[in-house]
């Protein structure tokens, strides 16, 4: 059963606080005097609020619904962040620490590997309660990414939440008690939820995953009554048998189509009423091995796999699929084109257009409209060998022949599949129109792991990668690259031997904000990508930071811990790039207080 803390103050807090503030950087100028708890006065979070968030407050996932990342916050800026020390910090539990925290009315919510989310003071970082959800031991002895939990919601009073075993919760964001609780799936198919909710009017909108365990039609997005958790639609990221693209699964029955997990969530047009969601790659990773490879010469029949690696443009309301666009149709290296969708204006060839932009694996940026889906432009940032080019018109993209994994060889391509980019997010400023994207330069090779006569598919890719650096390789992998959408031109690059392993956060006052596998977590001049502050944490920055204000106050937040899946393969890059194997901990930044006089 679910056990709750109430309003607990334990030493934990102070003992990670204390460690902290040696290992980064020393005490703040002032100690900062104890809060009122402020979980009396915390406010239900409305449409209104989520439509328009306090600039001071981190109440959704990427702060707003378009998905920008972006802090309007500006107490911190380009001369002064050098200034920047330790506020507070807290020990987490160890294990897989990708999460983006939330903040609203001086409550900073937390997820914890193992089910275990908490509501903290954020100005002081005392506990107010602690959750915990205790899985099936079935699914504790399951790898790491079942234990990743990116983001969660907030909404009339509630925290809502996902769990490794196909729930959707709500808790009472002021004590922690379950306000209802939703079984979406059945976890002993494989049903996994890696992402959040998200919630837009009223409806809880939440991606499936684990969907690599042979689960027949693969994934689905779900939309839920946010007062009770009830499902009101589900869609398809499979293409179902009544479905008009039914025939680009190769003329392979429904009961043969896995994967198209959806395990990042999506953005929101309040104005269209639209949901914007991605999906991953299908399943067994290899094309020639499930059977969409090579092409069937048959009336009707295509190859795509729909919708695996898609955007889906979803009505909120009603759950039809409005559009959608394929990003790299069968997909046979296992790159995602499953990550965060943003929702910009911009002008396109002198006009104005509303637009979506999105970043896969690929390192290729896709820029779509947002109405329609009609395809407008392409930008590529990384080195990469897949794809030789790109339809100005249609942004079908045409693959090199010799990256195309088959049965009993082994092929080099780059990016490897960890890709130029993974679940790191990348962000927007709109008062620069600058897009900051976290990369990672990398190459590798791909081998198949056949079936053996009589074998049955149940689960996982079925191959083997091996992952190196680019051929002629100066050594640096990790990247951040600002990138100027209005004319798609590198404003810079800023790059690094270690692998960017964290979001970024750029902010008002002219400083982003990123971190690495050498466990720095740094600030760089938005507007030239020079270095202006850093910090050597205690593990790797592995989450998404924010930023908030209480008091007027501003404080920078990012989790760090070693566990993540993504983290263990870039790793294998840098091999003496040592990390400790627990330590996951929030930390918390901000400029000093004045001293008195």
Known sequence: MPRVLHHAIIANSA??????????????????PAADDPIKTVRPVTDAMLLHPDPGDWVMWRRTYDGFGFSPLNQITRDNVHDLRVAWAWSMTNGITEIEPLEHDGVLYLWNAGEKVQALNAVTGDLIWEFRHHLPDEISHEGVN????RNMALYQGNLLIATADARLMALDAKTGKVVWDHVTADWKQGFRYTSGPVVMHGVVIQGMAGCDRAQPGGCFITGHDAATGAEKWRVHTIAQPDDPN????????????????????????PKRDLAYFGTGQPYPWIAEMRGTYPLKVAPGISNTALYSDSTLAIDVSSGQVKWYHQHLANDTWDLDEVFERILIDLPIRGAAREILVTTGKLG????????????????ETVPQTIVDKIDPVTGARTINPATIPHIGQTTMH???????RNWPTTAYDPTTQTLYLPLNELCGTVTPTPFQPGETYVSGGRAIFARSTLPGSDGKIGRVDA???????????????????????????GVVFAGGWD??????????GKELWRVRANNVINGGPISYSVNGRQYIAVTVG?????????????????VPDGGSALWVFALPEPTPR
């Open 246 to 269: 039914s025939n680009s699964w190769n003329g392979l029955p429904v009961e043969q189509r896995f994967g198209a997990s959806s395990w990042i969530a999506g953005t929101y047009d």
């Open 483 to 509: 990138i100027h959408l209005t004319d798609r031109s590198t404003t810079w690059s800023a790059r690094q031997v270690a692998p960017t392993s964290s979001g970024v956060l750029p902010t008002a006052g």
């Open 519 to 528: 466990r720095v977590f740094r600030a760089l001049d938005a507007a030239s």
């Open 414 to 420: 780059c990016p490897a599949n960890p890709g130029a």
């Open 364 to 379: 290729i940026i896709d820029a779509l409209d947002r109405g329609t889906g009609e395809f407008l432009w392409a930008r």
């Open 562 to 578: 070693n566990g993540s899946g993504l983290g263990q393969m870039l790793a294998t890059l840098v091999p003496k790039m040592a």
């Open 15 to 32: 003992r990670a606080t204390i460690i902290g503030l040696l290992l980064l950087g020393g005490l703040p100028a002032q100690a900062q």
């Open 146 to 149: 079942n234990f990743a939990r």
